[in-house]
């Protein structure tokens, strides 16, 4: 393991105590421009459940029914298991949208479990098997020096794109995720991790505001493309 991501992993929480976990829970709410076109209110004080290794997760909605999401399905279950609507090959679903293109629950499931999946994880998912890391030239911003980890992901896994880039505060705590989004025609995103707090004993931001960015790399903070406030946790 190279020395910034261990360094990130300590402090988040230690891989020992990570390894111990199986699944984690949290209950949270999303918003900003992007969801008031794609969905508005499509997660709302809603509680999620998050395989540790394993690409499956669910999201509670009324009525007892849940969504589920891995990279080769969605579907909505009603209370007793039943399946209500399922999609196979979700991400071939998006082809020829635009990003005025309103969502159905399904396309939302996709975009929220491959984005939350990755966060929830974050940083101990880059010592997954598969992943390539590297560390790059880093990244001043607000006044600190951030260092900078370039990640690929295996074929195996699905997250936003295949190549990322995590940059690390002096205290090895994530600051920003900077990526592109292959579901939404190669749009980039500029993701700030803020407000951490210590959960079970990992240390999670429990608000994210993601923005657009330009050729550079600079954030366009007008709009705020996508809020995640996090007012629970629970690593079992």
Do not use: C
Request: hydrophobic letters at 40%; charged letters at 25%; proline letters at 5%.
């Amino acid at each position: 393991m190279i020395d910034l991501l261990k360094r990130a992993i300590d402090a988040h929480g230690g891989w020992e105590r990570w390894q111990a976990i199986r699944s984690i829970s949290a209950r949270l709410t999303t918003g900003g421009a992007l969801w008031d076109i794609k969905r508005p209110g499509f997660l709302t004080g809603r509680e999620i459940i998050a395989d540790r290794t394993a690409q499956h997760l669910s999201f509670a909605v009324d009525d007892g029914e849940r969504l589920l999401f891995t990279p080769s399905r969605v579907w909505t279950e009603d209370r007793h298991g039943a399946v209500l609507e399922s999609r196979d090959d979700p991400a071939a679903a998006f082809a020829g949208q635009t990003l005025e293109t309103p969502w159905d629950r399904l396309h939302a499931t996709f975009f929220s479990g491959e984005a939350l999946w990755t966060y929830l994880t974050q940083p101990f998912l880059y010592a997954y098997p598969g992943m390539i890391v590297e560390e790059i030239a880093p990244w001043v911003e607000t006044g600190e020096t951030w260092r900078s980890l370039q990640v690929t992901f295996p074929d195996t896994l699905v997250s936003h794109t295949r190549t990322q880039i995590t940059r690390f505060g002096p205290d090895g705590l994530i600051r920003r995720h900077d990526y592109t989004v292959d579901i939404l025609g190669g749009a980039r995103g500029v993701n700030y991790a803020h407000a951490y707090r210590s959960f079970d004993g990992i240390l999670v931001p429990t608000q994210r505001r993601v923005f657009a960015a330009d050729d550079g790399w600079q954030a366009v903070r007008d709009p705020l493309l996508v809020s995640i406030d996090i007012a629970d946790m629970r690593f079992e």
